[in-house]
């Protein structure tokens, strides 16, 4: 089954710096990439995901990249603001077998006022 | 997106019991799942629920511990049952939504269950 690693586990950033996070997927039939953001306390909440049919796609300050070949994705999020903390989740699937996510670990991010 | 609720938001239970938590959407739906998440964890699929068949579970699950209900497209029941301290955790439902390559996966407010 499909095996999906996020790093770094823990990110600090200065308000208004930029924040990178990356994950690495193992089923190379995984067509489908979401990010989810969860403040604490609440649920997850989907920010943006991206399909295998594009590279890269981006909403106001966020950003995802993907790299089918290497089977990497990453999320950036520019000028970081202090209600970007949160545990930010990336996951994986085959958008045509009941959409089962398989989820990375999680990025802590702290923006530091 | 989705309106979804859960029922209980919370509970306190003491060890050996059984809990039932409910899942609501606003409009019909194919896919349901289960979600458990543990204290600072990331989220683990439990199962996946169709209306009119048997749930299907995910290694590590199994239907004894865990059985889920779909008696219809807006509803669902997943119970814990037998608890442990080792089953406190977040269980949260979520739902697809879409058609074909524009699927995705809403949340519910999850139910966070503490085990004595």
């Known amino acids: 089954g499909e095996n999906v690693e996020q790093h770094p586990s823990t990110l600090s950033v200065q308000e208004g710096d930029s924040a990178v996070i990356k994950c690495t997927y193992s089923d190379s039939a995984s067509n489908y990439f979401p990010w989810y953001k969860q403040e604490l306390g609440k649920r997850p909440q989907l920010i943006i995901d991206i399909r295998s049919n594009v590279g890269e796609k981006k909403d106001q300050r966020i950003a995802v990249t993907l790299n089918k070949t290497a089977k990497h994705f990453s999320l950036h999020i520019t000028e970081t603001q202090p209600e970007d903390s949160a545990v930010y989740f990336c996951?994986?699937?085959?958008?045509?077998?009941?959409?089962?996510?398989?989820f990375g670990g999680g990025t802590r991010l702290m923006v530091k006022p | 997106s989705a309106v979804i609720s859960q029922k209980p938001s919370r509970d306190i239970c003491q060890r050996g019991t059984s809990l039932t938590i409910q899942c609501q959407v606003d409009?019909?739906?194919?896919?349901m799942f289960w979600y458990r998440q543990q204290p600072g964890q990331s989220l683990t699929l439990i199962a996946t629920?169709?209306?009119?068949?048997?749930?299907?579970?995910e290694s590590g699950f199994v239907i004894d511990k865990f059985p889920i209900s779909r008696p219809n497209l807006t509803f669902s029941t997943l119970t814990v049952s037998n608890m442990s301290p080792e089953d406190s955790s977040i269980y949260l439902c979520?739902?697809?939504?879409?058609?074909?390559?524009?699927?995705?996966?809403?949340f519910g407010p999850g139910t966070r269950l503490l085990v004595l």
């Open positions: 996951a994986a699937t085959l958008n045509n077998a009941g959409n089962m996510l398989t």
């Open positions: 979520s739902v697809e939504r879409g058609q074909g390559a524009s699927k995705t996966q809403y």
């Open positions: 629920a169709n209306q009119g068949s048997e749930a299907t579970y």
């Open positions: 409009s019909q739906v194919t896919m």
